[in-house]
């Protein structure tokens, strides 16, 4: 019987999930799985949040390493590409490039452009 009423319970938060976003449109794939917006917000964020360690809060360097607050969206997403292709050095930078996919280079060139 609990069996049971697990799966129904399991079932039922995956409708009442879906629905809650169901009038979002689609916008990102996480995982192969489209996403809407808020979602894909809320993931870039998260990805941008290892940038921090590094870079400074919200990009925003104060020592050495180049801040990426302000940077233009294409440089970003193309340097991450150059990192993870091997076509620009850095001792740490490939192996957080390789993590990602060209959407979300994408999605974290547009996150820190808009950050002023």
């Not at 976003?21 to 290892?50: F, M, Q, R, Y």
């Not at 360690?53 to 607050?69: E, M, T």
Request: hydrophobic letters at 40%; aromatic letters at 10%.
């Amino acid at each position: 019987m609990h069996v049971k009423a697990s799966v129904f319970l399991i079932f039922s938060g995956m409708f009442i999930a879906a629905s809650v976003h169901a009038d979002e449109k689609p916008v990102c794939l996480i995982a192969g799985w489209e996403n809407p917006a808020s979602v894909c917000v809320a993931h870039t964020k998260t990805i941008a949040a290892t940038c921090y360690i590094c870079h400074g809060p919200n990009g925003k360097s104060s020592g050495d390493i180049p801040g990426l607050a302000g940077q233009d969206k294409t440089y970003i997403a193309n340097a991450m590409k150059d990192f993870r292709d091997g076509k620009r050095e850095a001792s740490v930078m490939k192996k957080y490039a390789m993590g990602y996919t060209d959407s979300e280079y994408e999605a974290l060139g547009e996150f820190f452009a808009s950050i002023k």
